[in-house]
């Protein structure tokens, strides 16, 4: 019996983000096409190359893609929207980066950070959005009513044959109809409705792909981790009664979490393979080979595909001895490596002992191959990497960098009352209003303000070392000071310092917790060029000392208005990280809660009467099955409100979140009980108000009044029509007046007409129905 490596994909961003290098260059008019293939196709080799010498058995090919995969997908099948214009051939490159990234006026490169919102940037471009529970985000394809579907990209076969070419027979990569179905938008149709159509073009590129030799095809269908309806079963079900059949075997590729109540179904499906993810459900390895027929070939998930950390794997060998005994195996990443970094050989700026816990996509593919070469000649052909595993294991779980005995005990002394308000909101909202006096329809915005060019240089002059703290601090205190004075000088009612010295939300604050690392080059792709560089969150957190008291003070110096304290929440920091496997996330989410709550107590002592903690990123931590949905949301609530209940009456909390696809879970968001939660809704035309008139939301809101996603400068009508609308759902007493998000991606040249607007809208609104109100 026989144990293979495979490696379902591996990032395609390269080692130094080559690729994000070469497809900015190339969208900025300054090289060729053929320069953007030409290091493309470098990349591509070099992945193969590598995973070969790695040890991997199993090369994927089209795994690799110049901006998503879902829209390689899109290309492949030509799911082309009609407004691109396309010839109905093939789909070019032009056409490509089209439906990509829209015709004109989207922001360039650079590393900002998060995709934020998680939208394109241009009215133009397919919707964005992201890829199941990741930080990656793919391009949503569009269907229509009477979608017709052809051969419309070549770039499948063409990686065969250049992997091929070069003496590697890979096992393609395809997204699989139903999936890709699922994840589809219909225009008047029902996407699902479409799949005979579809089923009948990938009948086609999979004979092509045998044609050209390839025997084995990986079909990913990670919408079978998900709830399914009838209709999405029986869809599968048809999928691959017709797929499987004919041309070359599929491994079914299953992940993000367990197949549970689906099991049933894929055990009956005719593939030849199946992959399943052991490390999100481990536990569902004994039903699956009780179930499915024993000449299905099984490719186990066992090493983290979407985590950093080293694996332990003597335990993982002993796991899988027997069944390797008993039947050939493939072993894998519980998914794609897409989604950690490349190469922990970089990193020669972490702590060593850190280091030694940890393994990106190059070691995990090493652990693989040690693992594979175990289960195949006996334990002692990997004894130098066995003890290496077994030693990196105990030295984690041992650790004195990991425990901190202060945050257990302040964890376990916390009571119910940590995570209550003293007083109910009635109460606090009169504390506040006497405190802050406040107008109807108060104005803020949401924390940032541009961070332009100049800041960005100016921090990486800062980073590099060409200009010293103290100069640099000298540039951010102009920077703030000028924000302040305009955001006066225009009238806004509560002000914001403007985040000029952040890099990112979330980094900001890593940086300054105990129990975070920070990689120099761990990035991991976001969207298109767009990378993010997670935090590494190893240990106990906690705050050795304030985090934004002084830039809050220095900005509140500069006015009499009140000046937001700005921070980033729990559930966000966690989020956005890479986090521990060695205790639940809800455990993490907490000691992050504690930590805020110091900041937040801190800015309170120091005068500050407003503090917004964002939770961006608390409705994309939702699991992906609606059962585990509860028990997420009432530890993550229950983390905002322990980072926000420290305070007195008359401070007000603030949160923002930047979604507008939350009415399923409003009532948790209710339950936060922020003083104010701003809320993104100017592009869906309040259609979340929508919740609010089903649940009334007791608290104030900022509905966001006008969407910073696009460069466009709203007209005061607009907003004051959004307002009105935004009225009839929630009293105008409770309405905020606010943009939906930070404006740090836009200029001032756009930032500044489009305030003065959302002031006189404010003032607007004051004229003709402001007396009911404070
Ligand atoms: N305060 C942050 C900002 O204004 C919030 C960003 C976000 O929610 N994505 O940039
Ligand atoms: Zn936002």
């Not at 650079?110 to 919707?127: F, K, L, N, R, V």
């Not at 199946?274 to 299905?296: F, G, K, T």
């Amino acid at each position: 019996m026989t144990v293979n490596v495979a490696t379902l994909g591996f990032p395609r961003i390269g080692l130094r983000r080559e690729l994000k290098f070469a497809l900015e260059s190339y969208w900025a008019g300054k090289s060729t096409l053929a320069d953007l293939d030409a290091a493309a196709s470098g990349l591509r080799v070099a992945h193969w190359a590598r995973q070969k010498a790695l040890g991997a058995d199993i090369l994927p090919s089209n795994d690799f893609s110049l901006y998503d995969h879902v829209l390689d997908t899109s290309a492949l099948i030509g799911a082309v929207p009609a407004r691109y214009d396309w010839d109905g051939e093939t789909v070019d490159a032009g056409t490509y980066f089209a439906m990509a990234r829209g015709t004109q006026g989207h922001p360039g490169g650079g590393d900002a950070g998060h995709a934020g919102c998680g939208h394109s940037h241009d009215t133009t471009a397919q919707e964005m959005t992201k890829w199941f529970d990741t930080n990656y985000h793919f391009m949503v394809p569009e269907l229509t009513a009477g979608q017709r579907f052809r051969i419309a990209s070549t770039k499948i076969f063409d990686e065969f044959a250049e992997a091929k070419a070069l003496g590697y027979t890979t096992r393609p990569v395809l997204l699989g109809p139903v999936s890709y179905l699922m994840l589809a938008k219909g225009k008047a149709v029902e996407p699902l409705a479409l799949l005979p159509d579809l089923l009948d073009v990938y009948a086609q590129i999979l004979a092509r792909l045998a044609k050209a030799g390839a025997d084995w095809v990986q079909i990913d269908e990670p919408c079978l981790a998900l709830d399914l309806d009838d209709a999405q079963r029986t869809a599968f079900e048809r999928a691959y009664a017709r797929l499987a059949t004919r041309g070359p075997k599929l491994m079914l590729t299953t992940y993000f979490g367990g197949l549970g109540d689906n099991l049933d179904l894929v055990a009956t499906l005719p593939v030849h393979g199946l992959h399943l993810d052991l490390v999100r459900a481990p536990d569902q390895l004994e039903p699956v080979l009780e179930r499915v027929q024993p000449h299905v070939l099984l490719s186990l998930g066992v090493i983290d595909g979407r985590n950093i950390w080293r694996a332990n794997l003597p335990d993982l060998y002993w796991r899988l001895k027997e069944h390797a005994a008993r039947r050939d195996l493939v072993i894998a990443p519980s998914c794609s490596l897409l989604h950690v970094p490349v190469d922990l050989a970089l990193e020669t700026g972490l702590d060593p002992e850190i280091a030694q816990w940890l393994a990106f996509a190059v070691q995990k593919v090493e652990e693989l191959a040690a693992l594979a070469k175990a289960l195949n000649e006996g334990e002692d052909a990997s004894f130098a990497a066995f003890s290496a595993s077994r030693i990196a294991a105990v030295a984690r779980r041992t650790s004195a960098r990991i425990h901190d005995g202060q945050v257990s005990a302040r964890l376990a002394a916390l009571d119910e009352s940590a995570a209550r308000r003293a007083a109910p909101f009635a109460q606090r909202r009169t504390a506040q209003q006497q405190r802050l006096g406040l107008p109807a329809y108060p104005t803020t915005t949401i924390g940032s303000f541009p961070q332009t060019a100049e800041v960005r240089k100016a921090r990486a002059a800062h980073i590099r070392g060409e200009i010293d703290a103290a100069a640099y601090d000298r540039y951010l205190r102009v920077e703030t000071r000028a924000a302040v004075k305009w955001q006066e000088d225009i009238g806004l009612d509560v002000l914001v310092h403007g985040e000029f010295e952040r890099n990112d939300m979330v980094q900001y604050f890593g940086e300054q917790l105990a129990g975070f690392a920070f990689t120099r080059a761990g990035w991991v792709q976001s969207y298109g060029s767009r990378c993010v560089r997670p935090p590494i969150l190893y240990g106990d957190v906690s705050r050795p000392a304030p985090m934004t008291v002084g830039w809050w003070r220095y900005a509140q110096d500069q006015t009499d208005r009140p000046m937001k304290g700005m921070l980033t929440g729990p559930v966000t920091i966690l989020n956005w990280s890479f986090v521990r496997d060695d205790q639940p996330r809800a455990v993490s989410c907490r000691q992050i809660a504690l930590a805020i709550r110091d900041e937040v107590l801190d800015l309170e002592a120091a005068g500050a009467a407003i503090i917004q903690i964002d939770e961006a990123a608390l409705r994309e931590g939702l699991p992906l099955r609606r059962g585990e949905w509860q028990h997420y949301l009432d530890w993550a609530v229950e983390s905002f409100r322990i980072a926000a209940s420290g305070v007195r009456d008359d401070t007000q909390i603030h949160t923002h979140m930047c979604y507008s696809e939350f009415n399923d879970i409003i009532r948790a968001i209710g339950d936060m009980d922020a003083d104010v939660i701003s809320i993104e809704t100017a592009r869906s035309q309040m259609e979340l108000l929508d919740a609010f008139a089903t649940y009334a939301y007791p608290n104030e809101v900022g509905p966001g009044v006008y969407d910073i996603h696009s460069p466009r400068i709203p007209a005061t009508q607009e907003m004051t029509d959004l307002l009105t609308l935004a009225g009839r759902h929630v009293p105008a007493s409770q309405i905020w007046v606010n943009p939906d998000c930070g404006l740090k991606t836009r200029k001032w040249d756009e930032v500044r007409p489009a305030l003065e607007a959302m002031v006189a809208a404010a003032h607007a609104m004051r004229a003709v129905g402001g007396r009911d109100v404070r």
